[in-house]
Structures are given as structure tokens and as C-alpha cells.
């Protein structure tokens, strides 16, 4: 076991090896491991805290909420470096009808919208409409109270609105972050470094490194008491709150689980489930387990290891680049934000008894790389990127319908050229425009409000032709920053048990949780945003602070 000090921090994310097979769904027993015991059957605690945190991402607010009631507290964190998926992301905050969108000029909002627009994306119905309207109705009360509380200042993701464009949809406005005092919006390690690492030090909660979470120990009633980690016993007072991550690197799990296979990840390889598999040992029930945040990646070897090269959107949805799968074939708009192009991967094919679109190769000319450099911010080309000095060679090397592709591409070029995609209608929406288009270059026009309201004269920032040689191609993948099914949970993210009812003492957050947004992605933030909500909202339940 391992204090953290701020030295430590400052090392950077340290990996660990991935853990599936007898270590994955094996160890689902139908019951929680015991513990030693003293004389006198009770169990021998190694030490006394009043909340319990496993899990030093999203769980810090946790940690935070409860010295609000002036509780003891710690965090307990697998790898020997803090701040696990959250502290790795860009550390957004998706808030629906916050009271800043108005004051910066990203217009109204209201809860009637954000919930439609929860309704409308949560195409497989992960998550209930309690949690939506429950988030939507509370989130920007804790994220107004915690500034006055703990200092940390709201920011805007300038550049980022909601991801898909159905009913109830904002291009600007809900999607934000942390920054500094003048709302300067700040990267996700400097928030860690300078914020709320701080913060954590002020309040004197102490942060464990490697330590191990083995099993959460309950009484004889099923109430979660405390847990058992490779150091010893904590025992819990109030409770424990487990957010601990995700399952995307046990890959027993994700055959299990999710409805089709991954091929990369960008998130800490320490995620193997390791609290939902002690969850369910506790009697928990599960929710959204099919579901991931889909995040494309790029396929760099014939190993069958997972990516960690993946494609936020900056380079598929430029223009003078297109996707197309092995019939040549394009499937998706390649400018949609990461979660939803994701998702165009799992078209299953009948005839082949597979999926249509994996894999899939980005097709870009020398424009592109000139202009937007390589994919995954390379600074040179990489050898997974294939050069070509014709598209008929490009194809045939690839494996892909040559005659088809070719047709593919003449199609997409007359797009390109009346600026309208009439098959997928790339650019279509504000965020497409902002984050994958390059509406500065082809229009000249910087500012985010008009290029959310499409006010370029005609121009669409993301077509561009495919006809300068040499030509590149790379091959895709779904992949994902984090799988979002986890332990069922109500709003005060107690953990329920099969019958739905709360199991004493048990809170979730994060990725450790079924998310409450079920099997959509909303906007920038939208895995962090309630993430740390939950985290918060654990230790108002549990020691009852009454701010939500």
C-alpha cells in the first residue's frame, strides 16, 4: 500500500496486465467472500473509516461529498496511480439546462428538451426514465453547489454540443467541463493536479495506491460493512461506494456481455470489472451490460491485442476522407460524433454470418494528410498506414470490392462537390461541423455559434474530394473509451439487488454503474458528468446532507 503525494501523481498513468479467464466471470460466486474473524466472531479490522471510496476517478466526489459532514473518509485505488479513466479523459461535464448556457450565448434551455432528448437516444433502453429525469432535474444544482463549496469552476467545451441530432438536441450549451477562476476551460490532468488533488489534501483524505479491492464483506443481514484489499480490512460505517471502472479489458467478460466484440481501448488496462464482479458476489443486480462508449480505433498489427489508436473524429470526418467496409461500400456518416459512428460497425450480414462493416478501412488522399496531418496525431506516417498511388491498387491490396469501391468514391466526390452528402448527409449536424469539419479552412468562419447554426454560405466543412495521389489507408474498428453497464442503481446511486430493492451500505458511480444514460453517449462530458453526480449523490444519501 502506497500514500500518494504529489510527486506520485505527477509520474503519469502506470498500466497494469489484463486479467480474464478463472480471474473474470469465474470468480462470480453467488456469495461474498468471508473474512477472518476474531474470538468473538466479529471481524478483526485493520482500519476505521466512515465511507469507503474504491476507485480514484469519478469515486473522489464521493470522497468529497463526505467530509461535508465532517466524516472520515478514504480512496483506495488499484494502480499505483491515481485518478484511473477520469484523470485519462478530458474530465467533460454533460449538464442539461444549466444556468450559464444563456449568459455565453449558447441560448435557452429547458428539462422538458433534455429529457426528450435522453428518451430519443437510448435506442436500447439501458437505463430507466427515473435516472434521466432525475439527472436532467439535479445535475446542475450539485454542479452550481460545488463551486461555492469546493471551488471548482464550470467551464465550457467551446467546441462541443450534443452528439446526435434527434428531437430535444442543443448544438451548443450542455456540454462543459472545469476551469480556471475566469472559466477557462482546463485539460483533465491539470483539473487532477491543480484542483482537485488539492482539494482531496485539504480535506485530508487520505489516497491509497496500490491497493487492491478483493471483496466487499457484509453482516449477516447482506449490509455492506466494509471491504478486504491486499493490505487488510476497512471497515466501513456508513458505507462503499465502488467505482472502480469498467469491464473492457477482461475479455471473458466482454464476450460475455456486450453485443459485439471491441477491438481497442484508450482507457486504463487496470478496468477489468473488478467491482462489478465483487457486485454481483454481494447480490446485485445488473443494468446496460450490452452497452459501451463506442470510441472507432485503428488496427495497427495482426496480433488480435487490443488497440489503444483511436479516432475521436478529427480525421475521418475531414473532407478528402471517407470509410468504406470490404463491398466498398460506405456505411455511416463518418463525421458523426464517435459513440454513434461506432455503432454503424455491428450491421450483421446473413449471407456471411458476420458483421458487414469489420473491418473497415479509412480512405484519405494526400489533401487530407497535407492539411490535417495523420491519424492519431502521428506526427509522421505510421506503418499501418498503407500508401497507394492509385484507388484501384488501394482496394485490391485491402481486399475490397474494387468496382464497387471505385463507383464509391465517384459518388462521394460529386457530394463533395455540391457540398450535400445525399447518403448519410455528413455535416448535417452542429457537431459534426465543429469537431470533425474544418469550416476555418473551407469557409473561413471560426466562430462556434455560426458554425453550430450552419451560417457558412453554403459550404460544407466536411466533404472534400478523394483525388490526389498517393492515396492512405487505415484500418478501423469499434472500439471504446469505457464499457457503461454496470451495477443497477437508483438515484442516490445505491446499489439495488435482483428484487430491486437497495442493498445496505452499497453505492456505485461511474463506469461501475449501469450508466444512467443507458446505451447512448449525450454530448462531451457524458460519461464523467455523471459520473462524479453519482459519486456526489452516494454521500448525500449516506450521510444525509440534504443539497439534492
Known amino acids: 500500500m502506497k500514500e500518494l503525494g504529489r510527486r506520485d501523481f505527477l509520474k503519469g498513468l502506470a498500466t497494469a496486465g489484463v486479467v480474464t479467464g478463472a480471474a473474470g466471470l469465474a470468480a462470480c460466486s453467488p456469495t461474498a467472500e468471508t473474512s477472518e474473524a476474531s474470538a468473538d466472531g466479529s471481524i478483526a479490522w485493520d482500519e476505521e473509516f466512515d465511507f469507503v471510496v474504491v476507485g480514484s476517478g469519478t469515486g473522489c466526489f464521493g470522497a468529497l461529498g463526505a467530509t461535508e459532514a465532517g466524516a472520515s473518509t478514504v480512496i483506495l485505488e488499484k494502480s499505483s496511480t491515481f485518478g484511473g479513466t477520469t484523470r485519462v479523459s478530458g474530465v467533460g461535464l ?111 483524505i487520505p ?141 450483421f450480414n446473413t449471407l456471411d454470418y458476420a458483421f458487414r462493416n469489420i473491418p473497415a478501412w479509412l480512405v484519405f488522399d494526400k489533401s487530407h494528410a497535407d492539411l490535417y496531418g495523420w491519424p492519431a496525431g502521428s506526427e509522421e506516417k505510421q506503418e499501418w498506414v498503407k500508401e497507394y498511388q492509385t484507388l484501384e491498387e488501394l482496394a485490391a491490396d485491402n481486399g475490397i470490392d474494387v468496382e464497387a469501391f471505385l463507383a464509391e468514391v465517384e459518388r462521394f466526390n460529386g457530394f463533395a462537390e455540391n457540398n450535400a452528402d445525399l447518403d448519410w448527409h455528413r455535416g448535417g449536424w452542429a457537431f459534426e461541423r465543429m469537431m470533425a469539419g474544418d469550416a476555418k479552412g473551407k469557409a473561413g468562419v471560426s466562430d462556434p455559434i455560426l458554425i453550430a447554426a450552419n451560417e457558412l454560405g453554403g459550404i460544407n466543412p466536411c466533404l472534400g474530394k478523394i483525388e490526389t495521389p498517393p492515396f492512405y489507408a487505415a484500418q478501423m474498428a469499434p472500439g471504446t473509451t469505457g464499457t457503461s453497464g454496470g451495477l443497477r442503481v437508483n438515484p442516490d446511486a445505491q446499489v439495488l439487488d435482483t428484487k430491486g430493492d437497495p442493498i445496505p451500505g452499497l453505492y456505485a458511480a461511474g463506469n ?27 454521500a448525500n444519501h449516506a450521510f444525509g446532507l440534504g443539497v439534492i
Open 94 to 204: 454533460w449538464i442539461p439546462n444549466n444556468p450559464y448556457e444563456e449568459e455565453f450565448g449558447y441560448g435557452p434551455d429547458n428539462d422538458e428538451d433534455s429529457l426528450t432528448y435522453l428518451k430519443n437516444i437510448d435506442a436500447f433502453h439501458g437505463s430507466s426514465d427515473e435516472l434521466k429525469e432525475d439527472y436532467v432535474k439535479n445535475s446542475k444544482t450539485f454542479y452550481v453547489w460545488q463551486e461555492t463549496a469546493w471551488g471548482f469552476t464550470l467551464a465550457f467545451q467551446a467546441m462541443v454540443g450534443d452528439y446526435y441530432n434527434v428531437p430535444g438536441a442543443k448544438g451548443l450549451g450542455r456540454c462543459m467541463g472545469f476551469g480556471e477562476p475566469d472559466r477557462t476551460l482546463i485539460s483533465g490532468g491539470k483539473f487532477y493536479e491543480e484542483y482537485l488533488i488539492p482539494k482531496l489534501e485539504e480535506r485530508n
Open 207 to 347: 489516497m491509497r495506491t496500490e491497493v487492491e479491492v478483493l471483496n466487499l464483506l457484509q453482516d449477516e443481514i447482506g449490509a455492506v460493512i466494509g471491504v478486504e484489499t491486499s493490505s487488510g480490512k476497512f471497515k466501513a460505517n456508513k458505507g462503499v461506494l465502488v467505482a472502480t471502472g469498467g469491464f473492457e479489458w477482461n475479455e471473458q467478460m466482454r464476450n460475455e456481455f456486450l453485443r459485439g466484440p471491441l477491438f481497442g481501448a484508450n482507457s486504463p488496462q487496470t478496468n477489468v470489472g473488478d467491482g462489478i464482479l465483487m457486485g454481483i458476489r454481494a447480490g446485485a443486480d445488473l443494468a446496460n451490460m450490452a452497452s459501451n462508449w463506442g470510441l472507432p480505433c485503428f488496427i495497427t498489427d495482426d496480433s488480435g491485442a487490443m488497440s489503444t489508436i483511436i479516432d475521436w473524429a478529427p480525421y475521418r470526418g475531414k473532407p478528402h476522407a471517407l470509410i468504406v467496409n470490404k463491398y466498398g461500400k460506405r456505411f455511416g456518416d463518418e463525421s458523426a460524433a464517435y459513440p454513434v459512428f461506432n455503432n454503424a460497425f455491428y450491421e
Open 512 to 538: 461501475t454503474s449501469g450508466a444512467i444514460f443507458g446505451s447512448a453517449y449525450p454530448g462531451g462530458g457524458g460519461t464523467v458528468g455523471p459520473g462524479f453526480y453519482q459519486a456526489f449523490r452516494a
